[in-house]
């Protein structure tokens, strides 16, 4: 099995489905031809069975895609003293251009998939227990994302940091009283955005 992706230095390239991943898939698509097709008389009690055994399968799924969503939403460019380089700022961070990439892969227009870039970035980075009941198939995939969503903590994106770096020396130069009365009016007004950026570090091979 192929699928279009992109290389180290970013050309379009036809990248192969990892052989395990591949045998998942056809598995599940025997599970559902049988289910299509009505195969033999099934009791209750073994419907019942199967319903929770595919919320389990599905959900183990959609959690491992989650995880994977992120760690690759955390690689970006950075311009170093020798060139650009991939950089992994590690899950929680977005790279601006990460749901670009996987808008087509997950079947999805640019909106929703940056949302789900995003939700699933807060996910792996922040509510491991709730992604251990996705995968667990306790929780269904649109009742992580709302919790994900509702998380008070924004995900650290490459724009917000340099939203950020451009604003900062305007940010120092205010007087003194300016910024304490600020304070006293709204506490919050100058507390930074916690982001859940880790240190980065450089992609082997880049």
Partial sequence: MMVEGFSEDGAAVRLPVPELLSELSGGAHEVFDEAVDGGEWLTDSDLVGQIRGLQIMAGSAQAAQVVRIAQFAARTLVDTDT?????????????????????????????????????????????????????????????????????????????????????????????????????????????????SARPGRALSGS
């Fill in 83 to 195: 060139g650009l380089q991939r950089v992994d700022r590690g899950v929680g961070f977005v790279d601006e251009f990460a749901s670009d990439t996987l808008a087509p892969l997950l079947g999805m227009s640019h909106g929703p998939a940056a949302t789900r870039v995003r939700t699933s970035a807060k996910l792996a980075a922040d509510l491991p227990r709730t992604l251990a009941a996705l995968a667990a198939g306790d929780l269904d995939l649109f009742r992580a994302q709302v919790i994900a969503e509702s998380w008070p903590r924004p995900v650290m994106t490459s724009a917000r940091r340099w939203r950020r770096r451009s604003t900062r020396g305007r940010t120092r130069r205010r007087p003194a009283g300016s910024v304490r009365a600020s304070a006293r009016s709204s506490p919050t007004s100058i507390l930074t955005p916690c982001g």
